[in-house]
C-alpha cells in the first residue's frame, strides 16, 4: 500500500483508508474484528472513526476491543464536536468540551495518544482561537499527535489557518470532506484554500453512497440493505436524473479501461491533489480486499479528460 503525507505533516497515512463508522452500530463486535483484521493484513494503516460513531461510542469502543497491539502500527484518526447526547452540553469546540472528549475517546479506544484529532464540523458558538489553543495544548501534552478539521467551509478553514500563523500554533493539517466524481463542490474553493497552506484533504463518500459502485441500476430495484436502500434522505440526494446520467457514464468508462468503477472512484480521487488518503467504508473483509486494490489506476491526462467531460458537463 503506498504512503502519503497528510499535506505538509510529518504523518503518513495509506492512500486507502478505512471508514469506521458502520462498526459498534450497522456491524457487531466480531464483524468489526474481521475488518479491522483484514484492514491490517492488505496494509491499509489510516483507520478514521469518530466518538459520535456507532450510536454515540460505539465505534471507538469495539476498536479498542480489537486493535491491542496492532494500534501502534496504525494512524487512528477520530473526531469530536457532534453532539454525543441530547443535553446540548457535550458537543461542539470549546476548551471545556475537548478536553472532556478526547479523555472519553482515549478511553473507549484504549490508546494513550490519538494520531489525528478532528474538530467533526464548524462549531458558531466558539471562537476558533479557543478551539485551536484547546488541541495545541492536548498536543503538546502529547494526547494527540496532529489535529485537522471537517466539514468546514473554505473562508473558516482559511481563517483558522491564518488564527494560528498568528498565535505561533501548529494548526491544522487536514479537512476532510465529501469529494466524490459526483460531489465536486470543494474543487471551487476549499481545495484551492488547502493547496495554498499546505493542507491534505481525506474525502469521505467517495463512492456518493454507492451510486459510483455500479451495483445501482436506473429503473431496477435497490439492492437490499444498501445505503441507498436503507437511507431515504440519502436516496433523495443522490437518485437525481442527472446524477444516474453521469454514473452511467463513468460506469462505460471503465468499462471501456478494463477497469472496474471502484478503481474509477478511488484512482480519480488519489490524482486530484491535495488528496492524501481515500476513506472507504467496510462491513465485510472481501469489501477490504477490494477497496486496497482500488487506487492502484495511474491515470492519463486523456482519462482525467474524459472524466470531465462527463462530471463537469
Not at 26 to 48: N, P, Q, S, W, Y
Not at 53 to 81: D, N, P
Not at 84 to 89: F, P, Q, S, V
Request: proline residues 4%.
Amino acid at each position: 500500500m503506498e504512503l502519503r503525507n497528510l499535506g505538509r505533516s510529518g504523518l503518513l497515512v495509506s492512500t486507502i483508508g478505512l471508514g469506521c463508522n458502520n462498526f459498534g452500530g450497522r456491524i457487531d463486535l466480531e464483524a468489526t474484528r474481521k475488518v479491522i483484521h483484514k484492514a491490517l493484513d492488505v496494509g491499509i494503516t489510516l483507520f478514521d472513526t469518530a466518538d459520535a460513531y456507532g450510536e454515540r461510542g460505539g465505534s471507538e469502543t469495539c476498536m479498542g476491543q480489537v486493535l491491542g497491539e496492532a494500534r501502534k502500527r496504525i494512524v487512528l484518526a477520530t473526531k469530536f464536536g457532534i453532539p454525543m447526547d441530547d443535553t446540548g452540553e457535550n458537543e461542539g469546540g470549546s476548551r471545556r468540551y475537548i478536553f472532556t472528549a478526547v479523555e472519553a475517546s482515549l478511553r473507549r479506544l484504549k490508546t494513550d495518544w490519538i494520531d489525528l484529532y478532528q474538530l467533526h464540523r464548524p462549531d458558531p458558538r466558539t471562537p476558533i482561537e479557543e478551539t485551536l489553543r484547546a488541541l495545541e495544548d492536548l498536543s503538546r501534552a502529547g494526547k494527540i499527535r496532529y489535529y485537522g478539521c471537517s466539514n468546514m467551509p473554505a473562508w473558516q478553514a482559511v481563517e483558522a489557518q491564518w488564527t494560528a500563523k498568528t498565535l505561533n500554533l501548529a494548526g491544522f493539517v487536514s479537512c476532510q470532506d465529501e469529494y466524490s466524481l459526483l460531489v465536486r463542490d470543494a474543487e471551487r474553493d476549499l481545495m484551492p484554500a488547502m493547496r495554498t497552506y499546505g493542507l491534505g484533504l481525506l474525502p469521505y463518500f467517495p463512492l456518493a453512497s454507492g451510486l459510483l459502485t455500479g451495483k445501482y441500476r436506473r429503473n431496477m430495484p435497490l439492492p437490499q440493505e444498501a445505503r441507498l436502500t436503507r437511507t431515504q434522505r440519502l436516496a433523495d440526494r443522490y437518485l437525481t436524473e442527472t446524477n444516474w446520467s453521469k454514473s452511467e457514464k463513468l460506469i462505460d468508462l471503465a468499462e471501456r479501461r478494463g477497469r472496474t468503477p471502484l478503481q474509477l472512484a478511488f484512482s480519480w480521487l488519489l490524482a486530484r491533489a491535495p488528496v492524501a488518503s481515500v476513506i472507504a467504508g467496510a462491513t465485510r473483509p472481501e469489501q477490504i480486499e477490494q477497496n486496497a486494490n482500488a487506487g492502484e489506476w495511474k491515470m492519463t491526462e486523456d482519462d482525467l479528460a474524459e472524466i470531465d467531460r462527463i462530471t463537469l458537463d
